[in-house]
């Protein structure tokens, strides 16, 4: 472990004081699994908002959670730190039969399933659009695996998804990334996402509200950025495509996957599409000006090629700044 991932023995006595009493610690437990709405660990402890706020308030002030806001809503979930390693240690170390933890986990099984349902209901009631523009183009599973040979089968640290909708993409990588975190604008749909994460049992892939024109992640801080069928919702595309480029670490690859050019007016007018597709030269002027390399460009044509269907684009470009650019290089990482 280097040097900035260790604690202070003060900073590990200070975290053990703020997990050292029983409610806190069964948050603990139960964050160490998902992240959670003061909500929701009030429906599980079955303790008031108040006391519940408050010992969220203890665990953040001691580093070992971490608030999101979202909308009216505040999700917590563990630390990245080392503080937040410290409290998973302790978590790992706590019996699975202790009946209180228990009780903990049925009720927690119990909101995660009322999530799903509703999460499900919210896809049936879009599915028949959804469905309607699905068939003018290929399929997905084709282009999930064009995406997969693009990035190749080697291992990255982290991964970011833009416009992550039902966080497929945080599925599609899950073998290949470290951590993960997927921003999306609609709150609909990161309950969908977060379902879905769920029943996969992905622990290291987070969702987040957010703005693609202001995203509000570490400069620098991803080896994999994908803007997966985004850009043609967008009044700016450029400008999502600069705050994108902005999150890549040096040698870091952006993969963007939309429509080429069509004139599917039916799209704008019922399916709220601003850009009728996107040309090569277009996107390759685009991503020079960000000082990102152009790599690779595939096409992926419907059999079926009449003018009601749609070619859809893979871009992969990459950050053309050298890892030895970057002034905190990590030799245990490997850049994508």
């Not at 053990?16 to 402890?45: F, H, M, P």
């Not at 399929?139 to 039902?166: H, I, K, Y």
């Not at 604008?185 to 977060?194: T, Y």
């Amino acid at each position: 472990m280097t040097e900035e991932k260790t604690l202070s023995v003060d900073d590990t006595l200070a975290a053990l004081r703020a997990v050292g009493e029983a409610t806190r610690l069964r948050l603990i437990a139960l964050l160490a699994e998902s992240e959670l709405t003061v909500k929701d660990a009030t429906a599980i402890l079955g303790q008031s908002q108040p006391r519940i706020s408050r010992h969220l308030k203890l665990l953040a002030e001691a580093d070992l959670i971490q608030r999101f806001p979202e909308g009216s809503w505040v999700y917590y979930r563990l630390a990245d730190g080392p503080e937040g390693e410290l409290a998973k240690g302790l978590v790992a170390q706590i019996s699975r039969d202790d009946p209180v933890l228990a009780a903990d986990q049925e009720r927690f099984q119990a909101i995660r399933k009322a999530k799903a349902e509703e999460a499900a209901a919210f896809f049936a009631a879009r599915a028949l659009t959804w469905d309607r523009e699905r068939s003018l183009h290929v399929s997905e599973e084709d282009v999930e695996a064009a995406m997969r040979a693009a990035l190749g089968n080697n291992p990255f640290q982290s991964f970011l998804d833009l416009g992550t909708g039902t966080g497929r993409l945080l599925e599609v990588f899950a073998e290949q990334y470290v951590t993960a975190l997927g921003i999306d604008a609609s709150h609909d749909m990161l309950a969908v996402a977060r379902a879905n994460l769920a029943k996969a049992g992905l622990t290291n892939a987070q969702v987040r509200h957010g703005d693609v024109y202001a995203l509000n992640v570490p400069p620098r801080s991803f080896d994999v950025v994908s803007i997966h069928q985004v850009l043609h919702f967008l009044d700016d595309p450029a400008r999502a495509l600069a705050e994108a480029a902005r999150a890549l670490r040096p040698g870091g690859r952006l993969m963007i996957i939309d429509f080429a050019p069509h004139e599917l007016e039916f799209l704008r007018d019922k399916h709220a599409h601003r850009r009728l597709g996107f040309a090569h030269d277009q996107m390759e002027r685009w991503l020079e000006a960000l000082d990102l390399d152009l790599e690779q460009v595939t096409d992926l044509v419907p059999g079926d090629e009449t003018n009601s269907n749609l070619t859809v684009t893979l871009w992969l470009a990459r950050d053309r700044r050298v890892v030895t650019d970057w002034p905190t290089r990590d030799t245990s990482r490997e850049v994508a």
